[in-house]
């Protein structure tokens, strides 16, 4: 299914979309309020993008030293072409510890290259132990929200899905019964797990220390108590200096939930004596992207959510109407990188309003690049294009004003289209929306009669 | 060829343009910072508390399983530092020195050699964390400035006790780690 | 002195061919601020819907046209910041005309833009008893900047309001999501139906719990799209360009 079929289908339970709605523009509302106590809050998103182009410019060399710092350090340095090879070096590792069952924090990356199923279909038991990524794995879905994974959901449906996993009182929708009986349940888990799987917020190239944040402390709980911290992280994620740590740890949380800072910024440099340490540096698609000129900078993506939270068309329509692992306008022009005939949807569920552009704390231009990518696949479909693209040219004529519209370009379009195309938009105007009254004379009528 | 060299030479294959490093330069700070450090821990969930609000908090509640890290509490301990973490599951107060807060965000500075096993602040029930008022800094530039290239295995800014707001966006303290935090200022 | 100034009328095509009212607002208006304003007949739709849909390629015509229609004029002003947004960052580069097109877009504003920026309209005599709400078009609104974006931390300021602010009795409407998107976007409007229908019914909302009587703006398109949702739903909103109301207050 395409987004706008999702979308409409979202918007069938109007309270729920209206919930969706208003609880992701309050969390936006926070960000704002706490955004603006900040007086040098524009010049800090300026000093992260730029920190970020910078990193850009120079990901061979930052790799490279991370990895020899984080190799001196005790660290073992792994690298992944793709999703395959990712997984396939997690599970190598979990069968050296001969470990059967794991447990993991949040990792959007690991979502990307789909590890949970990898693994189990190897035989290794995976938790998710942030509460919400726990919550939709025990529903067998993906996150809806990279911050909030679980934003779709309401208490009524975590009651009960807690009440037949969990055996917690039938019809106790307390979230903070719920929330303990999830405590009671993960620690658990926690102590009983050898391998801890972590992602990676930064990556820290001056030396090779990398950081996670977390409000639950689900992380640092796993790997503290496992002997084995595998942790995972997209090339993209390194950033040069210790002290650029500073303006990030500033922006994510204040940009991501409205808070100064997550209540847990752990930063791994080395093992705890006799323990390990292993990091995934993995590619998958992101050297493609890098090659990107137009696209490239959407790589400078922190993973804050803000853009998701500001978005009205998210807000509007769900995670999961965006068919893609990160969902939103972020999501919307990273996914076409990686399977455009998939994704080519994704940069038309915009009105390009450009809210993302001026909410990202690294200031890419999300707004452009999705304006960029509808070129990109326009151009990819050709002119016998059946999918989205005509779809799209059926939408130019239905706007009522469109199908006027004079000069070369549109009598050469409308020779293409049929009729039925070129005008049964029209009705979908008209479906919930009035036409404009059509004025007696147009503008450039009454002009000739009464100027020239 | 290998996923590393693989990687490395699409990257080296991309033609690339200058970009400088910024500069972070000091931004000021217009606030008191222990006024400021005490607003931003309330607002996180935790609490700013002197020693003897501490003892009454251990005494009112009966504690049993205490661990103490900080200088100048080995009173308070009823447990030495086991070897194994697993071993802390059961304990219901960790109390450890920090060795800076920040006024901006609350968030105080912590690594290995405060914390005994890395585990102890987040598997304890309740923590404390002593601070000494001078070690405030103003903001997140400071932080780092202060930390400068400490070499530690581990380090770590808490902030708050564990918290998550995952079901319906409703705050709950005590998610997986401490359901407290406490911050005695001396 | 704007008087000595050749100043072109671009407008959006939608709007000559179904809002002549606000076309006309629009050329009253600057001629009563003392312009000398021409409407260039041979000019025809910009491009934008082309582009926007992913067929930038393909408007190479209708911007050289442009280009050739309005290149000679000293300014350019438009009922539109969407339209005019369009020409300055979307409208294709043409081989061999890019000096013309870069003097271009230095000289073509949206309305309010001008007023406030080129003809510095600072005291402008008239009145418009009414709570009016404004709806901040996101192509001008973070497209061309013509007010502060919620989102950025940087001081308010708003083009629309400090024109509307000089009408006597007109009282502006403060709204809750001041700058959020109607959901008109264009052909999103049609291929999002769903979607596009129920940011229009959430921002028509707004401004009707509170208390406004007149909904304004700067882009009839966004207007378009809301007032056929509130006619639909027969609420009592009225609708105008706020060339219409500024036109209409002064006289």
């Known amino acids: ?183 009671l349940h993960l620690r658990e888990k926690f102590l009983g797990a050898k391998v801890a799987i972590t992602g990676v917020n930064f990556g820290v190239a001056e030396t090779g220390e990398f950081v996670v944040c977390t409000n639950e402390g689900n992380a ?28 990030f740890l500033r922006l994510l949380a204040r940009s991501a939930t409205g ?57 509007r329509s769900g995670g999961y109407s965006y068919g893609s692992v990160v969902p939103g306008p972020i999501g919307s022009i990273l996914s076409p990188g990686l399977d455009l005939k998939k994704h080519s949807s994704l940069p038309f569920a915009s009105t390009l309003c450009g809210s993302c552009t001026d909410v990202c704390p690294v200031k890419i231009n999300i707004h452009e690049q999705l304006y960029e990518w509808r070129q990109e696949i326009t151009k990819a479909q050709g002119t016998n294009a059946k999918s989205i693209s005509m779809k799209i040219a059926n939408g130019i004529f239905a706007v009522p004003f469109a199908y006027k519209i004079t000069g070369a370009m549109m009598r050469g379009a409308l020779k293409i289209l049929p009729d039925s195309i070129t005008y049964s938009g029209l009705n979908t105007w008209g479906k919930q929306r009035d036409l404009p009254e059509t004025p007696k004379e147009t503008f450039k009528d009454w002009y000739k009669k009464n100027r020239s | 060829m290998s996923g590393r060299e693989n990687i490395l030479a699409k990257i080296k294959a991309i033609p690339r343009e200058s970009r400088l490093l910024p500069e972070i330069p000091a931004f000021e700070f217009p606030m008191d910072h222990k006024v400021a450090f005490m607003l931003s821990i309330q607002a996180n969930k935790g609490e ?72 102890l602040p987040f598997i304890t029930e309740h923590l404390v964390i002593v601070l000494e008022e001078k070690s405030l800094v103003s903001n997140m530039h400071e932080a780092y400035q202060r930390i400068g290239d400490q070499p530690s295995g581990f380090g770590l800014f808490i902030a708050g006790p564990s918290k998550t707001a995952d079901i319906e966006q409703s705050l709950v303290i005590g998610a997986h780690g401490a359901k407290s935090l406490r911050v005695v200022l001396r | ?121 600072e005291n402008l005599k008239g009145s418009f008893p009414h709570k009016v709400g404004y709806h901040a078009s996101c192509h001008g609104q973070r497209g061309l900047r013509l007010g502060s974006s919620s989102e950025r931390n940087e001081p308010f300021f708003s083009k629309a309001k400090q024109l509307l602010d000089q009408i006597e009795g007109l009282e502006w409407v403060e709204l809750t999501r001041t700058d959020e998107c109607c959901g008109f976007g264009g052909t999103f409007a049609v291929t999002e139906e769903a979607l596009s229908v129920q940011m229009g019914k959430d921002r028509l909302q707004d401004h009707l719990t509170h208390g406004v009587e007149i909904l304004t703006g700067g882009d009839m398109s966004c207007i378009m799209h809301l007032e056929g949702i509130a006619k639909r739903n027969q609420q009592t909103l009225k609708f105008m360009h706020i060339a219409e109301i500024l036109n209409q207050a002064i006289s």
């Open chain 2, 48 to 119: 700013v508390i002197t020693e003897s609000e501490l003892k009454d908090f251990i005494a009112i509640n009966r504690f049993e399983k205490i661990l103490n890290l900080a200088k100048g509490m080995e009173s308070l301990s009823t447990q030495p530092l086991p070897s194994d973490a697993h071993e802390l599951n059961e304990l219901e107060v960790a109390i450890i020195q920090g060795q800076f807060g920040v006024a901006e965000n609350g968030a105080i500075w912590l690594t290995d050699e405060n914390l005994g096993l890395r585990a």
């Open chain 1, 1 to 183: 299914m395409s987004h706008p079929a999702k979308a409409s289908e979202f918007l069938q339970d109007a309270a729920k979309a209206k919930w969706h709605d208003e609880t992701l523009w309050f969390v936006r509302d926070k960000r704002d309020t706490i955004s603006k106590t900040i007086p040098e809050w524009e010049e800090l998103r300026e000093l992260a993008s730029q920190i970020k182009d910078n990193v850009l410019a120079n990901l061979y060399e930052y790799l490279v030293q991370f990895e020899e710092k984080a190799t001196a350090n005790g660290i073992q340095v792994h690298w992944a072409k793709d999703a395959e090879e990712h997984n396939q070096i997690v599970l190598s590792i979990l069968q050296k510890h001969q470990c059967k069952a794991i447990v993991k924090s949040k990792s959007i990356l690991t979502e990307e290259c789909h590890l949970n199923p990898f693994l189990e279909n190897s035989g290794v038991e995976v938790v998710d132990t942030d509460l919400g990524e726990r919550i939709v794995q025990f529903l067998n879905q993906p996150p809806s929200h990279i911050v909030l994974p679980a934003i779709h959901l309401k208490k009524r449906d975590i009651s009960e899905l807690f009440h037949e996993k969990l055996h917690t009182e039938k019809g106790n929708e307390d979230p903070a019964y719920l929330t303990h009986a999830a405590r």
């Open chain 3, 1 to 121: 002195m704007i008087q000595n100034k050749n100043i072109a009328l671009f407008i959006p095509c939608y709007v000559d061919q179904f809002y002549p009212n606000v076309a006309i607002a629009t050329l009253e208006l600057l001629e009563k601020l003392g312009c000398q304003v021409s409407y260039p007949i041979g000019q025809t739709c910009c491009g934008q819907p082309m582009a926007n849909t992913g067929y930038e390629r393909d408007t190479v015509g209708t911007t050289k046209h442009f280009v050739e229609i309005f290149g000679d004029y000293d300014y350019i002003v438009a009922p539109s910041g969407s339209c005019v947004l369009h020409i300055k960052d979307h409208a294709p580069a043409i081989a061999g005309m890019e000096k013309e097109q870069e003097s271009l877009h230095n000289k073509i504003f949206e309305l309010t833009e001008f007023l406030t920026d080129v003809l510095k309209v």
């Open chain 1, 220 to 247: 640092d709980m796993g790997v503290h108590l496992a002997d084995v911290h595998i942790a995972c992280m997209g090339i993209e994620k390194i950033i040069p200096r210790r002290k650029d740590l500073g303006v």
């Open chain 1, 259 to 315: 808070q100064p800072i997550t209540n847990y910024n752990s930063h791994f440099r080395s093992p705890a004596q006799g323990k390990e340490i292993h990091i995934v540096l993995v590619d998958n698609g992101r050297t493609d992207q890098l090659a990107r000129e137009k696209f490239k900078n959407s790589l400078k993506c922190i993973r804050c959510g803000a853009c998701m939270n500001t978005c009205p068309i998210y807000r």
